[in-house]
């Protein structure tokens, strides 16, 4: 068991102690902190500003009247409402699939459904940088959990034929990020595929921070590679481009009574709020239109500007741009210096990511403004004495 004292200590002494503090995110990509200054937010998930979009506070509060502040009982007694049925109809038209299942959260939706599809007879193979939700789903699931090198697809061949070696009879089930939430870098889906294929396991892609900004209608990283025919489980989350929050795992309709029979996240919660199933309905509707395709690319050409500003011309592979400091102490000066100047990007630290490469996390958005992604570049330039 934990002595507080020594525990928080020890985190202090390493500079990873964290603390909550109050932010009021703002349209327009601002941030107004607790003292009132109001700063450039360069840390939000918020990749197409819809947060604050009139279509979603008007769908919100508009549900919020018509069905109540909330569900009042689980998915599987009560609380599954035709806004939350509309949804999932919704996602997996989007998506190209049989049938979708939405969860209160993405963690809730990692948890659930890996530990619905895989069981102690399986083996679970994993891309090492992976999120926490999806190792913590790979654990509870109970299955022999392996990692391989990121994107490394020489280190994932190496480990199913392993699989396959010891457990012949056993599920395999492979599972990566299609945007990698700290590098920002794209996972080499079509590779994938074609390997989850020859040693016939099944594939699960968390298009958390690809749902929305990739895609000619917003799906993910999937069908702008066009395979979302071979990705067999399309997870994501409600809370980066939707602008609100809950997640939901699109598949086979076979896959998703297993869910509803299944992931006990989904069974033994309370169901979302029907006005934010009905929020998180208008946003897919924005998302998968022709408004949608306009934020994507006016937040694209954002990232180009930014990625230039930063000394490295080119398509960027996301909105996610990695600053790597190293160490715990100068990532948190670093951030602290930047907030000075007005522009709030916190310091990431291990467990989040590996020990020693502490960074800034800058996320570009539809949100923002030319002339904050210029000002930002050079205040990193002079921050770090270098074009980074």
């Known amino acids: 068991m934990k002595i507080p004292e020594q525990f928080l200590s020890e985190l202090k002494s390493a500079g990873l102690l964290r603390s909550l503090r109050n932010v009021e995110c703002l349209p327009g990509g601002m941030a107004r902190m607790e003292d009132g200054r109001e700063v450039v937010n360069l840390a939000s998930n918020d990749y197409l500003g819809l947060a604050h ?3 979603l506070v008007e769908a919100f509060a508009r549900g919020a009247r018509d069905g109540g ?4 009982a689980s998915r599987l007694v009560t ?3 035709r806004v939350h049925s509309g949804l999932e109809e919704a996602l997996a038209e989007l998506k190209g699939t049989e049938a979708a299942v939405s969860f209160s959260s993405g963690y809730a939706t990692s948890v659930g459904v890996i530990a ?7 083996t679970v193979v994993m891309d090492k940088l992976s999120h926490a939700s999806l190792i913590d789903g790979a654990r509870l699931s109970g299955a022999r959990l392996a990692t ?3 994107n490394d697809m020489d280190s994932l061949r190496r480990k199913l034929e392993h ?3 010891v457990n012949p009879a056993g599920g395999i089930l492979v599972v990566t990020e299609s945007v990698f939430s700290m590098d920002g870098d794209r996972a080499p889906l079509r590779e994938l595929v074609r390997l989850k294929d020859e040693f016939g ?4 892609v968390d298009e958390a921070h690809g749902f929305g900004v990739l895609g000619e209608h917003g799906a993910g990283l999937a069908e702008e590679l066009g395979v979302s025919s071979g990705v067999d489980f399309q997870m994501g989350t409600l809370s980066k481009a939707a602008g609100l929050s809950g997640g939901y795992v699109a598949c086979s309709r076979a896959w998703a009574d297993v869910m509803i029979n299944s992931a006990r996240s989904l069974i033994y919660s309370t169901a979302p709020p029907p006005a934010l199933a009905a929020a998180a309905l208008a946003a897919v509707r924005i998302i998968s239109g022709e408004e949608g395709k306009a934020l994507r690319r006016h937040v694209s050409a954002l990232a180009e500007a930014f990625s230039a500003a930063l000394g490295t011309p ?3 592979v996301s909105s996610i741009f990695p600053v790597v400091i190293g160490e715990n102490g100068a990532a948190l000066s670093a951030a602290q210096r930047l907030l000075e100047q007005g522009f709030l990007a916190p310091a990431i630290r291990y467990p989040t990511v590996p020990r020693g490469t502490a960074r800034l996390r800058i996320t570009v958005t539809a949100a923002h403004q030319p002339e904050q992604i210029e000002a930002l570049g050079k205040r990193l330039a002079d921050l770090l004495g270098r074009a980074y």
């Open 53 to 55: 979009h009139p279509a």
């Open 69 to 72: 502040a909330g569900a009042m």
């Open 79 to 81: 609380g599954t409402r």
């Open 116 to 122: 619905s599809i895989a069981d102690g007879n399986d």
């Open 148 to 150: 391989f090198l990121h």
């Open 163 to 165: 699989a396959r070696r």
């Open 201 to 204: 396991a099944l594939l699960l």
């Open 314 to 316: 080119g398509r960027p």
